[in-house]
């Protein structure tokens, strides 16, 4: 995970900057997983512990966090409550929801449709990483 931080902030340049804000602690953590009777998946947690949220890429991308000064904690909904109980909402790139499915336990990126008729067609990662990779292979790609 912070190998992919690095990455990015190697590939910041002045239009695609991007900003991690402090680390969270573990006790901020479970206090918000606690407090908003949600659970975080754990390569999620590597993150926030690494990172409370991000601007990455001049905002292409955003990740929230748990506690602090930040823009936005996890589950905000830019779409107001068109996004299924079942996803766990932890950040947003363009004009997508980067979710958890904690039923399905994968990533995806959700459009806002009827998650069960688009599940198929929905971008969908293993681990918080693999959304990191697919970001960077994004702006990696753009570059040459």
Same mark, same amino acid.
């Given at each position: 995970?912070?190998?992919?931080?690095?990455?990015?902030?190697?590939?910041?340049?002045?239009?695609?900057?991007?900003?991690?804000?402090?680390?969270?602690?573990?006790?901020?953590?479970?206090?918000?997983?606690?407090?908003?009777?949600?659970?975080?998946?754990?390569?999620?947690?590597?993150?926030?512990?690494?990172?409370?949220?991000?601007?990455?890429?001049?905002?292409?991308?955003?990740?929230?966090?748990?506690?602090? %000064?930040?823009?936005?904690? =996890?589950?905000? !909904?830019?779409?107001?409550?068109?996004?299924? &109980? @079942?996803?766990? /909402?932890?950040? #947003?790139?363009?004009?997508?929801?980067?979710?958890?499915?904690?039923? %399905?336990?994968?990533?995806? =990126?959700?459009? !806002?449709?009827?998650?069960?008729?688009?599940? &198929? @067609?929905?971008? /969908?990662?293993? #681990?918080?990483?693999?959304?990191?990779?697919?970001?960077?292979?994004?702006?990696?790609?753009?570059?040459?």
């Amino acid at each position: 995970m912070k190998s992919r931080i690095e990455k990015i902030k190697s590939l910041s340049g002045s239009w695609m900057e991007s900003y991690f804000f402090p680390p969270a602690s573990e006790s901020e953590i479970s206090e918000y997983e606690k407090s908003n009777n949600i659970i975080i998946p754990k390569s999620y947690k590597e993150f926030l512990m690494l990172t409370n949220g991000a601007r990455i890429f001049g905002s292409d991308m955003c990740s929230y966090g748990v506690s602090g %000064d930040i823009n936005h904690y =996890l589950n905000y !909904d830019f779409t107001n409550g068109s996004v299924p &109980e @079942e996803l766990l /909402i932890l950040g #947003d790139y363009n004009d997508t929801h980067i979710c958890y499915d904690h039923h %399905d336990d994968i990533y995806v =990126l959700y459009r !806002d449709e009827k998650y069960e008729c688009i599940k &198929e @067609e929905c971008v /969908i990662f293993d #681990d918080f990483c693999e959304v990191l990779d697919f970001v960077i292979d994004v702006v990696d790609e753009e570059d040459e």
